[in-house]
């Protein structure tokens, strides 16, 4: 064959079957670290492609007139030059860079662009503190599930933002001048702990918040969301120590403050969950977090893995302002993996034509949350297609298990994969594990209910649609009832019933029809 004939026909090819692709970047220049995001945009949702973090800890840095020393600035330029390395070939208008606390703080701030210049050929753009807490309650809103009213509290290295918001849009925002690097550097000298010095660096953190106590209480909240290091760190520990749901509290707070000034220097700091990185900005952190729950009267929060750099990057595209993140991340690895959407969409009603008949939830609290995760396992438990069709649950639950899923914190992207794991073949609860939200007696209700929505759609196209299923449940016993002679005419259901009948039998559960 004719070899330029040959590239010509590839070439077709490709742009034939190219989908919509747009790689972009977005970096997050802290006062601790820095921060790089690199994501594609394919069919309507973000894929992370890779993260890269550096401790820069630009605010050790700055001295009592606000000038950064050569030392901090060194560190940051050599940090972009890493990261303008991973970044050769992109376009300006697909990076974004966003500098923040000590770099607005800065006199100098333009000696390190001009340095940063020199080897990162991308603009750097210093934002005020406003914009910044609205930029982290972007990341959050498109990256966690809670809609409604939201608290959002950021402890950076430099400063702490505060926001309150509806859905996507923020209400008030505010910057403070307090983080966990410049607190350490002022109330722990050379890494040394006691009460003394914690106390300072708490009520210093309450004089700084308290004059937002009422407006922020008087507009009250219905979720309470935390972001970047310190949460993170906080929520680690009490998931090792205390509670593996990681819900920070006033009480769990009191507990690792007492547990952590037993120690007498940031360098014997040890815990579990606690970094080494981390130990020497934990302790003004807590004082910090500790000041905001006093303020604001927190019952509890939730760490949010979205944060600034989150913000950033869904700010490059204007197309994600979706109410149901969960719903844009489903439909988004639909498009993505190519699904058979019919099929899809036919085990979705099922589902969800049967969870509507199902009224024994033990923790009822959960239901729509739970019927909603359902509801994306059925549209999506066929993504491991794309593997093999031999051993699809398997291959569908570890790729559901293992991708970034925006709107699905990790309690929720495991029940998911769970779900879809056991869609199929055999399943017993010893494969199933123990849910920090969910009891056991749900989980094994959502996966029965999954498998007979795929069992009912067995021949795919050829399904003849049953409007009318009636499902009674009774402890382990569950019963369907059918239209008159369906199951006569669709012989490949009945086996499958069958078999499935047979199944269950084998670990104590009983289905009739």
Known sequence: MNNENLIQKATALSVQNEPSIR??????????????????????????????????????????NNVLDQEAITRGVNCLALFGERLQGFKPENVSVVGTYTLRSAINNDEFLRQAQVVFPYPINIIAGETEAKMIYAGVSHTQPESGRKLVIDIGGGSTEIIIGDNFEP??????????????????????MSQQHFDKAYKTALTRIADLAAQYKALKWEYVLGSSGTIKTVHQVISATLDPD???????????????????????????????????VFVPGLAILSAVFDTFNIAQMRYSDGALREG?????????????????????????FNIDRAQAERV????????????????????????????????????????????V???????????????????????????????ISHFNNDEIGQFARYTPQDVQTLI????????????RQATEVCEKISLKTDRTLWQLNFENQY?????????????EQKMLIEIGLDLDF
């Open 246 to 280: 990681g819900v920070i509290t006033a009480g769990r707070l009191d507990f690792l403050i007492e547990r952590t000034l037993k120690f007498n220097h940031f360098d014997e700091l040890k815990m579990p969950g606690l970094n080494d990185e981390r130990a020497d």
């Open 348 to 391: 979705c009603k099922s589902a969800v034509r049967l969870a509507q008949q199902f009224r024994d939830w033990q923790a009822s609290e959960f239901e729509e949350e739970m019927e909603e995760i359902l509801l994306w396992a059925a549209l999506l438990h066929e993504v491991g297609i794309v593997i093999n069709h031999k051993n």
């Open 312 to 336: 950033v990057m869904y700010g490059l595209d204007k197309n994600f302002q979706v109410m149901n993140i969960r719903q844009r991340t489903a439909e988004g690895l639909a498009e993505q």
């Open 23 to 64: 790689e972009i970047a977005a970096i997050d220049l802290g006062s601790n670290s820095f921060h790089m995001i690199v994501a594609r945009i394919i069919n309507g949702s973000i894929q992370i492609l890779s993260r890269l973090k550096q401790k820069v800890q630009l605010a050790k840095g700055l001295d009592e």
């Open 393 to 423: 649950q398997r291959h569908s639950a570890y790729i559901l298990a293992n991708m970034e899923l925006p709107g699905f914190d990790k309690e929720q992207q495991r029940l998911l994969a769970t779900l879809v794991r056991h869609h």
């Open 171 to 192: 209400i008030v925002a505010n910057s403070r001048d307090m983080g966990c690097v410049s607190f350490a550097k002022q109330f722990f000298p050379q890494g040394e």
């Open 487 to 499: 199951l006569t005419y669709n012989l490949l259901i009945l086996n499958e019933l069958r078999a």
């Open 448 to 459: 029965r209910l999954l498998r007979l929505a795929v069992l009912l759609n067995k021949p």
